[in-house]
T-cell receptor, first 113, second 115 residues
Framework: DGGITQSPKYLFRKEGQNVTLSCEQN?????MYWYRQDPGQGLRLIYY???????QKGDIAEGYSVSREKKESFPLTVTSAQKNPTAFYLC???FGGGNTEAFFGQGTRLTVV | GESVGLHLPTLSVQEGDNSIINCAYS??????FIWYKQESGKGPQFIID?????DKRQGQRVTVLLNKTVKHLSLQIAATQPGDSAVYFC??????????????FGTGTKLQVIP
């Protein structure tokens, strides 16, 4: 079945540590996105990528980094520079070029302990 | 645009009634809009979309209306059911850096269906 997969579903991290969230899609989508969602709030764009080896900062990129070495994969690293990393992280993908719906993964809930 | 720190507005509707969820978008150049439904602890799911050259589109039990003059989008759900309880987001395709497009979400509305 085609889809977009995020792992792990739950992640715990100690303060000061970097952590990487995985996002893989087999939908042959060109564009991939990372969003952050805080409790009771909407989605905020962290980074997005339209093609391999290229990506752009979203609205809240500080403290995060990404890579796009393969079309299918768009991992997000939450660095120790992110002051308030506890949140629900959502990855999405679409065909890009505008005018296409984005498909979402089931999310990763990151908790800093 | 989205306001950080504000909690989601809630719409309470009696089962069987119609629901109307509203959204104001920010970019008059946006040409594609989508409504998503998000259940607790899950990723958003596509409901219906509309292009800027249309002002109305209907799906199964849902209708989206677009008013470009006032940059307003609405989602109407007919005969609301308990399974419709969720958070609803509108999204727009905007031009981002380097000429690429990005998908930007509104704040969202929590729909609570009363049995």
């Amino acid at each position: 079945d085609g889809g977009i997969t995020q792992s792990p579903k739950y992640l715990f991290r100690k303060e000061g540590q970097n952590v990487t969230l995985s996002c893989e899609q087999n939908l042959n989508h060109d564009a991939m996105y990372w969003y952050r969602q805080d409790p009771g709030q909407g989605l905020r764009l962290i980074y997005y990528s339209q093609i391999v080896n290229d990506f752009q900062k979203g609205d809240i990129a500080e403290g995060y980094s990404v890579s796009r070495e393969k079309k299918e994969s768009f991992p997000l690293t939450v660095t120790s520079a992110q002051k308030n990393p506890t949140a629900f992280y959502l990855c999405a993908s679409n065909f890009g070029g505008g005018n296409t719906e984005a498909f979402f993964g089931q999310g990763t809930r990151l908790t800093v302990v | 645009g989205e306001s950080v720190g504000l909690h989601l507005p809630t719409l309470s509707v009696q089962e069987g009634d119609n629901s109307i969820i509203n959204c104001a978008y920010s970019n008059s150049a946006s040409d594609y809009f989508i409504w998503y439904k998000q259940e607790s602890g899950k990723g958003p799911q596509f409901i219906i979309d509309i292009r800027s050259n249309m002002d109305k589109r209907q799906g199964q039990r849902v209708t989206v209306l677009l008013n470009k003059t006032v940059k307003h989008l609405s989602l109407q759900i007919a005969a609301t059911q308990p399974g419709d309880s969720a958070v609803y987001f509108c999204a727009e395709n905007q031009d981002g850096e380097g000429g690429y497009q990005k998908v930007t979400f509104g704040t969202g509305t929590k729909l609570q269906v009363i049995p």
